[in-house]
């Protein structure tokens, strides 16, 4: 191999920053010996620019490799960290290919370039690699033996498993610790006998309890519930984190043997200290342990820490699980003493479960003063299908809270859908009410459910007076979708309030048949420009010739704002053919315009 110490002085390191960057730059693409030698001396550049540039240069060579010695042999500067650090960098990025030479490198006589060379080989984690990685298993230096064994389960396979359980039988402490760290992350299975020994040693028990987590044994649970209460805050969150591990990687049948010898053995005062650990994924799986208990009233004691939104969902599913064992009751006997977000969190969580005892629960929640509480309630009962709740939920259509009162329009919809008879007679009563607020959530109702019987009482709330009652009508002729809707809504083009105007558009623009294209002409015409914008662009979707012939007629004609959406909805509907209408609006008087056509015909080229 070349001396690249020898070669620092034939870098472009004399001129300033931005000439050696040139200089690199001006050696990309030639795949000379001379050049690939300079550029991997450059990227130990005093520059991070230069660096940057330099391995840039060097990705286009990745794929040959022919560069993988000279980057070796740059490992073997001692002096210059960053070259070092992207000589490793861009090996790993050659990845396959630098398997080779870095099996040799791993044999070199120098500790340093053998270390190196196995850390890089387990970044790459070709299984080429695997004897030269067992042979350093044994390796004089134990730096490069423990880099081994971690590369080694970085690597995998049933071969680097069995060469790194016939490697527990030397006598290394930190050899042994790399291989027990390393067998808890290999991802294949493990056996359990092994690590027995290690559980009583003070030094190797924390990765002897990580790599129980990879047996496929449920005899390991056992050893794992006695390590949760270990004097070491960090053993008893690795005994959780194996336990989990277990846990997802077993069968059905094994997780029901799981829950069975966890139930049996483990202390539930002990789990309960550990849910005082701030580590969020030890609080995860205690909670998901707790599920599985038997013996024990398991809701009452993590239905609190629903306080933390991030342990909700594991949370759900330990109440869920346990519902047949009391799961249910301790959440409605939990509701009146808990906090407003715990209060609301279970209202949620009562809509889950299929059973008419949660009813009245979640009725007496429509009154709790905290608002995410009632619309959970709401939520929960829409869920529940609870149409005999109807006329309670009603009243929450105006709540001041207006997320609740959204729950109202949501829950009343969805119970609504299937139980018209009941439910509309109920909603054409509250349309009448005094309030306009009332009114127009309840037409969006009558939207949601969206059947022909309620077409009647969206058409009389066209005639309200608010004009949200009237928008929110429109919305609602929108969701229906049938042809007596476009001919209401056609009438509500004269509207005197321009939201409601805007609305009619975005409904029309929608609906299928011929009438659409002479309403949205007509809409084109109107007196406010967002109007006549959305028309502009219901008629570019439509893309036919007279609606093309109107945008065209627009592109000059009309304001800025407007001129603009009509050349992109030509575009949106022509393509590159839209150029000879979009060119036209380089004379327009705006400015604007102006600018945008030019973008718009520079993207077309």
């Not at 042999?73 to 992207?86: E, K, P, T, V, Y």
């Not at 359980?165 to 992350?185: C, N, P």
């Not at 820490?305 to 594991?314: G, K, N, T």
Request: hydrophobic letters at 45%; one cysteine or more; glycine letters at 8%.
């Amino acid at each position: 191999m070349n001396d690249m110490s020898g070669k620092i002085s034939d870098t472009p390191d004399n001129g300033d920053e931005q000439s050696r960057i040139s200089v690199v730059e001006a050696m990309r693409g030639d795949s000379g010996t001379d050049a690939m030698e300079r550029l991997v001396v450059a990227m130990g550049d005093t520059s991070w620019r230069v660096r940057k540039t330099a391995t840039d240069v060097l990705q286009g060579f990745v794929r040959e490799g022919r560069f993988v010695p000279l980057l070796i042999n740059a490992l073997r500067n001692g002096d210059n960290a960053g070259l070092r650090n992207s000589a490793v960098e861009m090996l790993v990025k050659v990845g396959a290919r630098a398997v080779p030479a870095l099996t040799e490198a791993a044999v070199d006589y120098d500790e340093d370039i053998r270390k190196f060379a196995v850390d890089i080989l387990g970044d790459i984690g070709d299984d080429e690699s695997l004897d030269a990685l067992i042979l350093a298993l044994k390796d004089d230096d134990v730096n490069v033996r423990s880099s081994a064994a971690e590369a080694l389960g970085k690597v995998g396979g049933s071969m680097a498993v069995e060469a790194l359980l016939s490697a527990l039988a030397i006598e290394d402490l930190w050899l042994r610790f790399a291989v027990m760290e390393a067998l808890g992350k290999v991802g294949s299975s493990v056996p359990l006998k092994p690590f027995i020994e290690f559980l009583d040693n003070n030094f190797l028990k924390k990765p002897a309890i990580e790599a129980l987590g990879g047996c496929d044994d449920p005899e390991a649970v056992s050893y794992l519930v006695n390590a949760l209460s270990d004097e070491k805050e960090a053993n008893r969150a690795a005994a959780v984190e194996s336990l989990m591990r277990l846990y997802e990687s077993f069968s059905d049948d094994k997780k029901k043997e799981f829950g069975r010898k966890l139930s049996d053995s483990v202390d539930v005062e002990l789990l309960k200290e550990l849910l005082t650990t701030k580590s969020k994924t030890v609080k995860r799986g205690v909670i998901v342990f707790i599920g599985m208990l038997d013996k024990v009233d398991g809701a009452s004691i993590i239905i609190p820490f629903a306080e933390d939104e991030s342990l909700r969902d594991v949370i759900t599913t330990a109440l869920l699980a346990m519902g047949e064992r009391g799961g249910l009751d301790s959440l409605i006997s939990a509701m009146p003493g808990s906090g407003d977000v715990v209060r609301a969190y279970i209202s949620s969580l009562l809509g889950e479960f299929d059973d008419i005892k949660v009813v009245p629960i979640l009725v007496k929640s429509l009154t709790d003063h905290y608002g995410h509480v009632r619309r959970s309630a709401l939520l929960s009962l829409g869920r529940l299908d609870a149409v005999e709740s109807v006329e309670l939920m009603v009243p929450l259509i105006a709540d001041e809270f207006v997320d609740v009162a959204d729950g109202a329009v949501e829950a009343l919809a969805q119970i609504g859908v299937k139980h018209s008879d009941k439910v509309l007679p109920i909603l054409s009563r509250a349309v009448k009410a005094d309030s306009a607020v009332v009114r127009r959530n309840i037409t969006r109702v009558f939207g949601a459910i969206g059947i022909s019987e309620v077409l009647p009482m969206v058409v009389d709330s066209l005639k309200d007076e608010d004009s949200g009652v009237r928008q929110a009508a429109v919305v609602a002729l929108g969701r229906l979708g049938c042809s007596e809707s476009a001919e209401y809504l056609a009438l509500t083009l004269t509207d005197e309030d321009s939201k409601v105007r805007l609305a009619a558009v975005h409904a029309l623009s929608g609906f299928e048949g011929s009438e659409r294209e002479s309403f949205l002409m007509l809409a084109a015409k109107d007196d406010d420009l967002w109007v006549r914008c959305a028309a502009f662009k219901g008629l570019g979707v439509l893309n036919t010739k007279p609606a093309i012939d109107a945008l065209a007629i627009g592109v000059t004609e009309e304001s800025g704002v407007v001129s603009i959406v009509i050349i992109d909805a030509l575009y949106e509907a022509m393509g590159d053919k839209a150029v000879e209408y979009i060119k036209e609006g380089l004379h327009h008087k705006d400015p604007k315009v102006v600018k945008a056509v030019k973008a718009k015909l520079y993207r077309i080229g």
